[in-house]
């Protein structure tokens, strides 16, 4: 019997003394007149077991069998679910497998079966809260996750995200590498499905910020004073209207940070169970299964129902946004050269200006080449490169060098027959200095 027990048991053995009122009983209890008329009469019957309740010791009639107990447990012993925690595997047990079990119970079998190791919560470092933008695509965070998605059984492939600030909507894709062409294919998937965000929120990797170079040691502490050349993913959202923002922590762009953290414990999860091997595979399971799930169970609603989203115009020509831009020189007769080949105009694009102007060069993501003279496509022909021009090989020079018109007055010269030095200088007329 516990003390709240004992403390009623007394309450109402003073009102069936008549020492209190039932309803002093019931206010000191907490309970109703009627429910203390109730247990009187009880006690009556049962005695001190009255106030203890009668269910106490016996099954609950809500008990889930033990056969299904083991039937959890064994499925979750499985391979495919290895790491699996007791909200995803819930989710799994009830989808897969038809065994509905609340997470909490699931958690309970999971820790005395070792399946699963409760972790003490640990207060991270704090970091300033800014609050989410207001409307959809107002600002999109954007990123690449390097992980063993298919732990494995597969290619090595990167996950590049983009979530939106206001709502925490995914938008992923898988790639091979985390290069300008492959950010620049998921921008363009992204566009065309929800059209031009406001501004986006990024890191600053080389792909989307251009630093100067300095050499170790060397403070760098103006580095961001001198006005560096874009990168061309930098460039591409210029010409698209969209403002590029650079985080200066991964803990400024949490959002995206904190959704490849559920990525790598879900999404994985999940291709593992599924069988997944290939990236084709696994984009396909992306997009039908992993963010219809994210979007529908983990996006928020808006602070404001406006869409901040900006329809592609018809300028947008997104092959030529999306594209390695360079500019060239035309030469006087009318050539063009990048990337060690010639290409040259047709004669009925030319027109004032062009000869030693300066063309903008596209070179497309399908590898094509393409070059505007300011608001116009120039038509191109590929020649044949200029034949190299070498300069005539020098004489190879033997021996020591010679002096032209050799002397010869000391030919017959024979140091043992020739006079001594003071013999010498005697018959030149020299004066020979005495020492005193």
């Not at 950010?183 to 031009?196: A, S």
């Not at 100067?212 to 990168?231: C, F, I």
């Not at 953290?261 to 997944?276: E, N, P």
């Not at 010639?342 to 030693?356: E, M, P, S, T, V």
């Amino acid at each position: 019997m516990t003390q709240a027990e004992r403390d009623r048991l007394v309450a109402l053995k003073k009102a069936k003394k008549k020492l209190i009122t039932q309803k002093e009983a019931a206010a000191e209890i907490g309970i109703t007149e009627r429910q203390v008329r109730r247990l009187l009469r009880a006690l009556k019957r049962r005695g001190d077991q009255a106030v203890i309740h009668a269910r106490r010791g016996q099954t609950s009639n809500r008990k889930i069998e033990d056969s299904e107990r083991e039937k959890a447990i064994k499925i979750l012993s499985e391979e495919v679910y290895r790491g699996f925690g007791p909200t995803l595997a819930s989710e799994y047990l009830a989808k897969k497998h038809g065994v509905v079990v609340s997470r909490e119970t699931l958690r309970r079998w999971m820790i005395e079966a070792k399946l699963w190791r409760s972790r003490k919560q640990q207060v991270d470092k704090v970091h300033q809260w800014r609050p989410r933008r207001s409307r959809y695509g107002e600002l999109v965070q954007w990123d690449t996750s390097e992980h063993d998605w298919l732990e494995g059984r597969g290619e090595e492939m990167l996950l590049i995200s983009m979530i939106d600030d206001a709502t925490s909507k995914r938008f992923a894709r898988f790639v091979r590498s985390d290069s300008t062409v492959e950010n620049m294919n998921v921008l363009e998937l992204y566009l065309k499905r929800h059209g031009r965000m406001l501004a986006c929120y990024t890191d600053r990797a080389s792909l989307f910020k251009t630093t100067e170079k300095s050499k170790r040691g060397e403070p760098r502490e103006s580095q961001d004073a001198r006005q560096m050349a874009p990168t061309q993913i930098e460039r591409a959202l210029t010409e698209l209207g969209i403002v590029w923002i650079a985080a200066n922590s991964p803990q400024a762009k949490g959002r995206v940070e904190r959704g490849f953290g559920v990525a790598q414990d879900r999404l994985v999860k999940g291709m593992r169970v599924a069988g997944l091997t290939t990236m084709e595979q696994a984009n396909q399971y992306l997009e039908e299964e992993y963010l219809p799930w994210c979007n529908a169970t983990l996006a928020v609603v808006p602070a404001s129902v406006d869409d901040a989203h900006r329809p592609l115009e018809k300028h947008h020509d997104l092959a030529a946004i999306l594209s390695h831009v360079e500019t060239r020189q035309v030469a006087n007769d009318y050539t063009v050269q990048y990337e060690s080949k010639l290409y040259q105009i047709d004669g009925k694009d030319i027109r004032a200006g062009l000869r030693d102007g300066v063309v903008r060069v596209e070179k497309r993501r399908n590898g094509s080449v393409a070059m505007r003279f300011r608001d116009r496509y120039l038509t191109l022909t590929a020649c044949e490169p200029r034949p190299k021009v070498t300069k005539p090989k020098a004489a190879a020079k033997t021996g020591k060098p010679t002096r032209s018109g050799k002397s010869d007055w000391n030919k017959n010269f024979d140091l043992k027959k020739a006079p001594k030095v003071w013999q010498a200088a005697g018959s030149s007329g020299a004066r020979r200095q005495e020492c005193g």
